[in-house]
C-alpha cells in the first residue's frame, strides 16, 4: 500500500503544483490536498500489480503494470475512490 498526498492551487483560475508557502505572496483562491491510498495485491486470482519487465526477483530495477484501487483511508475495505 503506497500513500500519496498531492496539493493543488489554483491563481487566478489556473492550476499550480506550486508548494502554498511558495504562493503565499500570491493572490491564492483555492487550496485542494488530495489524500488516497494506493493497494496493490501481488498475488492470487486477481492480482492488481505485475511485472512486466526487469529481473526476474522481485527487485529494484523492475518495472510494474498496476490497476489498483485507491481509497481516502488504509484499510482495503474503506470506500473506493477510483482506480490508478
Aim: proline content about 5%; charged content about 20%.
Amino acid at each position: 500500500m503506497l500513500f500519496s498526498t498531492s496539493c493543488f492551487t489554483t491563481i487566478n483560475r489556473v492550476f499550480s503544483e506550486q508548494s502554498p508557502t511558495v504562493i503565499l505572496t500570491k493572490r491564492m483562491e483555492k487550496l485542494t490536498c488530495l489524500h488516497f491510498y494506493f493497494h496493490d495485491t501481488l498475488d492470487g486470482t486477481n492480482p492488481t500489480a505485475i511485472r512486466i519487465a526487469g529481473p526476474s526477483k522481485r527487485s529494484f530495477g523492475s518495472t510494474m503494470m498496476i490497476d489498483d484501487t485507491l481509497t481516502g483511508r488504509p484499510e482495503t475495505s474503506s470506500k473506493l475512490l477510483g482506480r490508478a
